[in-house]
C-alpha cells in the first residue's frame, strides 16, 4: 500500500521587487525571472512571489513555498503537485 510520492518542482528564481506590475518575466540562462510591484521589507515582496507563482501555475499558495534566499533577489522555490517539467511548460505557454 505504497503510496506515490507527491511530484514537487524545486527551482531557481530571480525577483525584481518594486516592479511597476507583477509578471512572470520567463526562463534566463536557467533562471525564472519574476518581477513583483511589492517592496522588498518585511517579507512584502516575498508574499507577493508566492501570490504570483501560485496564480500563474494554479495551484494553491500553500503549495508554493520559498526554500531559500529569504532575504536574497535569488531563491530556491518549491512547488508541490507539480514537476519541474511542467512548472516550466506551464510558464512557458503562458497556461495555468
Known amino acids: 500500500m505504497d503510496k506515490e ?3 514537487r518542482a524545486n527551482f531557481p528564481i530571480r525577483v525584481q521587487p518594486k516592479s511597476s506590475r507583477d509578471q512572470v518575466v520567463g526562463y ?3 533562471v525564472l525571472q519574476l518581477r513583483v510591484t511589492a517592496p ?3 517579507g512584502r515582496a ?16 500553500s503549495r508554493v513555498r520559498i526554500v531559500r534566499g529569504q532575504t ?3 531563491k530556491l522555490v518549491m512547488v508541490e503537485s507539480l514537476s519541474p517539467e511542467e512548472v516550466r511548460g506551464i510558464l512557458e505557454t503562458g497556461g495555468g
Not at 516575498?46 to 504570483?52: I, K, Q, Y
Open 5 to 7: 510520492p507527491e511530484p
Open 28 to 30: 534566463r540562462e536557467g
Open 40 to 42: 522588498p521589507d518585511k
Open 46 to 61: 516575498n508574499t507577493a512571489v508566492v501570490s504570483l507563482l501560485a496564480q500563474a501555475l494554479g495551484v494553491a499558495k
Open 72 to 74: 536574497s533577489r535569488d
